[in-house]
C-alpha cells in the first residue's frame, strides 16, 4: 500500500491510497484517478513530504510539528481507547476474521488486532472495509 498526497487543476489537496506506485500510473495513465473533492480528472501528485526510507524501502509521509499536532494525538488517543474498549481484541487473527465478518459468515462486530503486510494488501483486494488503528509512541 502506498500513500499519495495529490491535488487537482482547482487546488484541492486530498490523501489516497494505492496499491502500489505501479497501480497509481496505470491509474493515472488510464485517467481514472479523479479529484476526491470536486471530480476533475487532472490529478497529479503533490510534491513529497519528507519521507523515511524503511529497510524495504518503502516511504512513509511525515510532516513537521503543527500547532493542532497535540490536539489530534489526543484525538487519535481517544479514538485508539474507544475502538479498544468497543471491540474484541483477535490478536494476529484480524485479516481471518475480517474476512468472516466480510462475508457474513459470523455476526458483525467491531474487531481489532494485527495483521501482515501481505494480509492487508490481500483484504484491501478483497474489498474489506478497516482502517488502520493508530498506534502512538507515548500511549502508556
Ligand atoms: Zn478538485
Known sequence: MIQYSLHCAKGHQYDAWFKSAAA???QAARG???CAVCGDGEVSKA????AVARTDGERIALSSAHPD???????LREYRAKVTSQADYVGDKFAEEA???HFEEVEARGIYGEATRDEVVALVEEGIDFLPL????DDN
Do not use: G
Open 24 to 26: 497509481y500510473d496505470e
Open 32 to 34: 481514472i484517478v479523479t
Open 47 to 50: 510534491p513529497m513530504a519528507p
Open 69 to 75: 499536532a497535540q490536539k489530534f494525538r489526543e484525538m
Open 99 to 101: 474476512r468472516k465478518i
Open 134 to 137: 493508530p498506534d502512538l509512541a
